[in-house]
């Protein structure tokens, strides 16, 4: 019975863990994208 009542307990930070790491990655993601389109940008109005 302790085995059934930790792993209930368990359960919910098990899957905030997974959807923290999910965030992280869609968040690093978006900063990488974010941070090419300015250098992209720069480069376009230097090169022009």
């Not at 019975?1 to 919910?12: D, G």
């Not at 098990?14 to 999910?22: E, H, P, Y």
């Not at 993601?29 to 022009?48: D, P, R």
């Amino acid at each position: 019975m302790k085995e059934r009542t930790s792993q209930t307990h368990a359960n919910p930070i098990a899957t905030l863990n997974k959807a923290w790491q999910i965030a992280e990655r869609v968040m690093t993601a978006v900063a990488l994208i974010m941070v090419a389109g300015t250098v992209g940008l720069v480069s376009l109005h230097i090169l022009a």
